[in-house]
């Protein structure tokens, strides 16, 4: 992508910003938590320990860039991909945020509970002001489960089912293949799916999403932590 690919195409990879040291911290902290079907939730509440890499200036800086110095984590999964424990997702946008409890208010909607946590779709603008940050532990690529996604879809805003079937007929997926300690930064509005994996070869990524603003009160975000 190209220094702006974050805007034109809602996506951008950034090579080697984990060295081998990190990622193997990483790894082992994480090895520790029972993982679930499609990986597991609130992550940082499992692991406080991993906050510092997490707020480590290589990692930070980039999101700073974008969102600004208010930037804050808001929500933090772990998925660990093997022959073993295997999914597919199909084309979609990442539409919920965690919130501390709910509140009925304009433009928030579709409420629901994931791991024990309230969820709701906040307004579109909220979203594509969000930054999605995923750190790649192992290798990704075609046989293990890599991710794909949709270059410029994020600019469409929320897609209903047909919309999405026929952006994803006219469109041009690409297939991000990354090396260990790679970050992909992406718009949460971006179209992006994921097959399963062909081979028994992990695929572990820490997904993390930031954003610069504070939600309408009572809403709070639901991760604060104090570190």
């Known amino acids: 992508m190209t220094p702006d690919g974050l805007s ?13 040291e990190q990622c193997d911290y990483l790894k082992t902290v994480l090895s520790r938590i029972p993982p679930e079907r499609a990986g597991r939730r609130n992550i940082l509440e499992s692991c406080p320990e991993i906050w510092p890499l997490v707020e480590a200036g290589n990692l930070y800086a980039p999101v ?19 022959a073993a424990r295997n999914w597919q997702v199909g084309w979609h946008q990442d539409l ?42 192992d290798p990704a690529d075609r046989d293990n489960g890599a991710l794909w996604v949709l270059p410029g879809s994020h600019r469409q805003g ?13 469109g041009e997926p690409v297939l ?4 260990a300690g790679d970050v992909l930064l992406m718009r949460p509005l ?13 695929r572990r990524v820490l997904h993390l999403e930031y954003s610069a603003d504070e939600l309408p009160a009572p809403l709070r975000w639901a991760l604060q932590i104090e570190k």
């Not at 034109?8 to 081998?20: I, K, R, V």
């Not at 709910?102 to 979203?127: I, M």
């Not at 929320?158 to 006219?170: K, M, N, Q, Y």
């Not at 991000?176 to 090396?179: D, E, L, R």
């Open 158 to 170: 929320r897609l209903a089912e047909e919309g999405i079937d026929a952006a994803t007929a006219l």
């Open 64 to 82: 700073r860039a974008r969102l600004g110095p208010q930037a804050r984590l808001v929500r933090a999964l772990y998925f660990d991909k093997t």
């Open 176 to 179: 991000i293949a990354a090396a």
């Open 190 to 202: 971006l179209l992006h799916a994921s097959r399963k994996a062909l081979t028994a070869a992990r």
């Open 96 to 137: 919920s945020i965690a919130v501390s409890e709910a509140a009925e208010l304009p433009g928030f909607s579709a409420w629901s509970s994931k791991a024990g946590v309230v969820h709701v779709q906040p307004p579109d603008a909220l979203l594509a002001r969000m930054l999605t940050v995923r750190l790649h532990l």
């Open 8 to 20: 034109e195409g809602g996506y951008q990879l950034l090579p080697g910003q984990l060295d081998a």
